[in-house]
């Protein structure tokens, strides 16, 4: 069972233009995480929101938890080149502790 | 500093053989955690340590599967008799513990694992 899912599973956009990738589950999350995936690499954390409501923003790139804090959504705004990889949620539920379960991805590729 | 290792980088084994996937966790952190990944797909949890509890093996697919980690430290992912649909990248991760649920996880390069 996949507790997170993610939407949508490919993009492929124009430098310059702006897009949202979702995040989404039946289950609520006590924080949830987001990460980038570079090829050849492992994810690198981008942010952590733990309220739900809560919105973070990281330069061009900005993060919402839901009121529910079953869902979490990241913008990006003019995206560049630089922002192609595998984004990935993380969540992790009240009885998991310190364990998250990560979503099915969004490969995302910019084009210059 | 270090962050984390893995090794092998890439690992080619033939169909029944065992093999063993090795984690070097930063220095200090006490969480440590095994992931497997299909290409270009999300994360599987296999497998997580917290200090000296005993491990929440919960995510492991089969008895084939196992881990240990000697004294609180390195981590080997043993998988015995490789079957082809365990080929994937085998992502190992550390974390400083607390209890607030949220904290950073910092991932290795990854081991590829083809099973021929």
């Known amino acids: 069972t996949q507790l997170l899912e993610q939407s949508p599973q490919f993009l492929s956009i124009q430098e310059g233009e702006n897009l949202t990738v979702y995040c989404n589950s039946s289950s609520v999350f006590s924080s949830l995480q987001w990460y980038r995936q570079e090829p050849g690499e492992g994810p690198v954390l981008l942010v952590t929101?733990?309220?739900?409501?809560e919105v973070k923003k990281l330069k061009r790139l900005t993060f919402q938890f839901g009121d529910a804090r079953k869902d979490s959504s990241l913008h990006i705004t003019a995206a560049q080149p630089g922002d192609t990889g595998l984004y990935l949620c993380?969540?992790?539920?009240?009885?998991?502790?310190?364990?998250?379960?990560f979503g099915t991805g969004t490969s995302l590729t910019v084009i210059p | 500093g270090a962050g984390v290792s893995q090794s092998p980088s890439n690992k080619v084994t033939e169909k029944g053989k065992d093999v063993e996937l090795r984690c070097d966790p930063i220095s200090g952190h006490t969480a440590l955690y095994w992931y497997r990944q299909s290409l270009g797909q999300g994360l599987e949890f296999l497998i997580y340590f917290q200090g000296n509890s005993a491990p929440d093996k919960s995510g492991l697919p089969s008895d084939r599967f196992s881990a240990e980690r000697t004294g609180g430290s390195v981590s080997t992912l043993t998988i015995q008799r490789t079957q082809q649909e365990d080929s994937a990248v085998y992502l190992c991760?550390?974390?400083?513990?607390?209890?607030?649920?949220?904290?950073?996880?910092?991932f290795g390069p990854g081991t590829r694992l083809t099973v021929l």
């Open positions: 993380a969540g992790a539920t009240s009885n998991t502790g310190n364990q998250f379960y």
């Open positions: 929101v733990v309220t739900g409501g």
């Open positions: 991760a550390s974390s400083p513990y607390s209890s607030g649920g949220a904290d950073t996880q910092y």
